[in-house]
């Protein structure tokens, strides 16, 4: 361990898609854990689309603040623990930021988590981490999706949309999936088992939503926002629940998109639409992670990771999520597990 510690910290706000020249790469002094404080060695940074957000402006967090470390979830291991509940050698994850070293306050709240034993930190950052936990709540408690109802999720392909939709199918729901291209589509349909999947680039989406879904969606979970989410209205079953997880067609506008035009069809078909954060089941952490663990042993679970290696492009695999580049959970490597 050196004396400095590199690190991404935010330059500008960005206009549009982020640039390399919205960061600034830095070297600081190695931050000095203090009492109830660890010290964590980070390897793996995780990418998460509302990350655009925070370097933007205030939303359910404060912005990140010009000149501050880039603020994102990082996984790595505790290096100096000045916490009973910790201990060196153990590996977890948190808010902890787009740099080498992080200080990490434990009883502060907020996502810092153990990794299962015997779990790779690839998994424990995607399936087991907050991706797995956004895919688990939103769909069963938000969306409270049940055996036989037909569920379409949007950006089915990626990180989180792919959990979505083999969570339904572990529970016995007929899956339609929307990714942008025929080699995501195909994923969907032949490795994950959906039994439909949609390219929105290149397909009619009503008239393809109208074929994939003929006794319309119960639940429709979504990731995208825009076009996707109106068309999806006009399908919409009786009581349907559209959960909304985010919005990313949209992230990097600078003007709000008009509104859904379609939305009285949840009058008409008395349905129900709830946006919901991940955090706020931070104390059902142990039940998602336990119930995960199993899908993930019993093969019903496939987890996929993208990793991008090397700190200095942490800005380019961010964006990666944007260009729909990522294929799974997008990871960036940052240093060799000391374990290995
Ligand atoms: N509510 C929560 O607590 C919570 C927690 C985590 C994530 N989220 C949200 O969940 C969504 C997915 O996040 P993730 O981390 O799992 O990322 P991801 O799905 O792995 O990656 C983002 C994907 O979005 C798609 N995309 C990008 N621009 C698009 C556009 N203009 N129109 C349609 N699709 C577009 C791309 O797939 P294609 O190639 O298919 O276009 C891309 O691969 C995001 O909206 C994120 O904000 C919410």
Same mark, same amino acid.
């Given at each position: ?22 960061? @600034?790469?830095?070297?600081e ?8 404080e660890?010290?964590? @060695? ?7 689309p509302?990350? @655009? ?58 996502f ?7 779990? /790779? ?13 956004t ?32 969570i ?33 680039? /290149?397909?009619?989406?009503? /008239?393809?939503? @109208? ?21 999806a209205?006009l ?22 998109p008009?509104?859904?035009?379609n ?29 995960? /663990? ?47």
């Amino acid at each position: 361990m050196g004396t400095q510690n590199r690190c991404w910290l935010l330059e500008r706000r960005p206009r549009g898609m982020a640039s390399a020249e919205d960061f @600034r790469l830095a070297s600081e002094p190695m931050p000095e854990p203090g009492d109830g404080e660890i010290l964590v @060695r980070t390897e793996l940074l995780s990418c998460d689309p509302t990350q @655009r957000g925070w370097m933007a402006g205030e939303t359910y967090m404060p912005a990140v603040g010009l000149g501050e470390v880039m603020r994102g979830i990082a996984g790595g291991e505790v290096v100096v623990s000045r916490h009973p509940r910790f201990t060196v050698g153990q590996r977890v994850q948190g808010m902890l930021g787009w740099q080498e070293y992080a200080t990490a306050r434990v009883d502060e709240g907020g996502f810092l988590q153990p990794i299962p034993d015997g779990v /790779s930190l690839e998994t424990g950052m995607s399936v087991l981490g907050l991706t797995g936990l956004t895919a688990y709540f939103g769909l069963l408690d938000v969306g409270r999706a049940k055996a036989g109802e037909t569920v379409l999720v949007s950006g089915a392909a990626g990180a989180t949309g792919s959990v979505v939709g083999q969570i339904a199918k572990a529970i016995g729901c007929r899956v339609v999936g929307v990714a942008g291209g025929p080699e995501k589509c195909r994923y969907l349909s032949e490795t994950l088992g959906f039994d439909a999947a949609i390219d929105y680039k /290149s397909e009619n989406l009503v /008239s393809r939503l @109208r074929v994939t879904c003929p006794n319309g969606i119960d639940v429709f979970f979504d990731n995208v926002g825009g076009v996707v989410l109106d068309a999806a209205l006009l399908f919409l079953a009786t009581r349907a629940r559209v959960v909304i997880c985010g919005a990313i067609s949209g992230y990097n506008d600078e003007t709000l998109p008009p509104g859904p035009k379609n939305y009285i069809r949840l009058l008409v078909q008395r349905g129900r639409m709830e946006g919901f954060n991940f955090l706020d089941y931070a104390h059902r952490t142990a039940e998602a992670i336990a119930v995960l /663990s199993g899908w993930l042993r019993e093969g019903r679970l496939k987890d996929r990771v993208d990793i991008v290696e090397g700190f200095e492009n942490a800005p380019a695999a961010l964006n990666r999520l944007f260009t729909g580049e990522n294929q799974g959970k997008q990871l960036v490597r940052i240093a060799e597990s000391l374990r290995s």
